[in-house]
């Protein structure tokens, strides 16, 4: 009755070994993404060629809708979902002990060949080898925090696709603001030549002026012409940053015409966000990993179980009538006598616990020195769309209309309109790309840290 009691112990204990917190909070965490989110993944690697309709390339499309969109039909996303839904699968095989066996046996017996019966006639054997709880329990604590880190490797990458997909984003609505002014520059480029037919015949303008008027229009032509050829390429940048289908002349929202001045938190709000970042938070569970397998590791000195039963059919003895069967129980523990193998993989399992702690304070380092970075390019930006929208811009726009009725006039010579044209589309260009700079800069400041800012007075 006893060593059936001290199985049942046994069993117990193996049985409440994989209900452990860490496993039921990594199991939940994973529940928690949204059905619809969790649906778009799993559909999204099927592998089947035509178990899901593909989608029809979009025409139009809105920051908002790329974001959504981003989140269900990314790749990407979808295979991080599923590492991730491994990792916490894998969690079931913590408590895995080494598989049972059942032997069944008969003697041979022949008086005639001198064989005689040894021990017994036939038998039956039950054998069960079972791993110290201890050490099960190490290992689920090791697979739910290996499944944390795939949680966070999920959350990573979510941010990492919406900050490239916000990006791709702004820099084709950057092309097609680009696309516009220079459009515009060279339209006012042609009106120059046309106002400088009736000049020849009066003599204030020379053959020579009209042709370096018609080389400057069809150098901003050529240049148009580079810029639309350039868009099907950060269209499929963007397609491929999103997992979105995407229309070669899809249309999006006009880039913003003016930038507000960011509303930044302060410094402590940013670096409490920045500790709740995946990449940290994934270096965290990283750590946590490497404690576990210390923690087996020492479990490694502490010796395994192995229970056992036997039936034998002992057949009939000599001399006697009748059949004699015998039952036995059996219950030993292993001898972990490799003491300098279990004194290396703690030595290891330290180093690399050590190795991991090492990491966090590195990531962390790293994560405040790009916040530092991306609130200085978000400042430089700014203050460069300031100027250009409230100083360059204007007079160089005011300068080009001076030029040009100075020069119907004959007042200004055709080099000061080139200049102006030239100095206005360099300063609609930078403004351009200063407006794309402050939008990107926030998108990475949103991906470091959660916390999405807008401008001042939005």
Known sequence: MKPFVSLVACVASLALAGCTAEARLARHEFESVPVPVARSLSEASQGRVGAVPRPAALNSLTLDELLRLTELRSPGLAAAYHRWRAAVAEIGTAVEIPEAMLEYFENIEDRR????????????????????PGKLVAREKMLSAEAQVMAQDFDAFRRQARLRA?????????????VEITGRVAQMAADVEEAM???LASGMATQADLLRMQVERAEMESELAGLKLRRPALVRQLASASGVELATDVKLEPLLGAV??????ERARLYVAIEENPMLRMEHARAAVAQARQVEANWMWVPDFLVGASWMDMGT???EGGTWSAVSVRAGISIPWQFHVSKARSDAAAANELAARLVVEQRKLD??????????????????????????????????ELVRADFSTGKARLSDVLGAQRTLLAGEVSSIR?????LKARAMLLSLTGMNLNGEGD
Do not use: C, W
């Open 113 to 132: 060949s001198n064989i005689m019966l040894d021990g017994g006639k036939r038998g039956v054997m039950f054998t069960q080898e079972i791993t110290n």
């Open 434 to 438: 200063a407006r794309t700079d402050v």
């Open 317 to 319: 003895p000599m001399g």
């Open 260 to 265: 507000r001045l960011t509303r930044v938190p």
């Open 166 to 178: 916000t990006a791709a984003y702004y820099e084709l609505q950057s092309l097609d603001a680009r």
């Open 367 to 400: 994560l405040l020195a790009e916040l530092d970075f991306a609130l200085y390019e978000l400042s430089d930006a700014e203050r460069m769309h300031k100027l250009l929208s409230d100083e360059v811009l204007p007079k160089a726009r005011m300068a080009l």
């Open 197 to 199: 037919e009736p000049m």
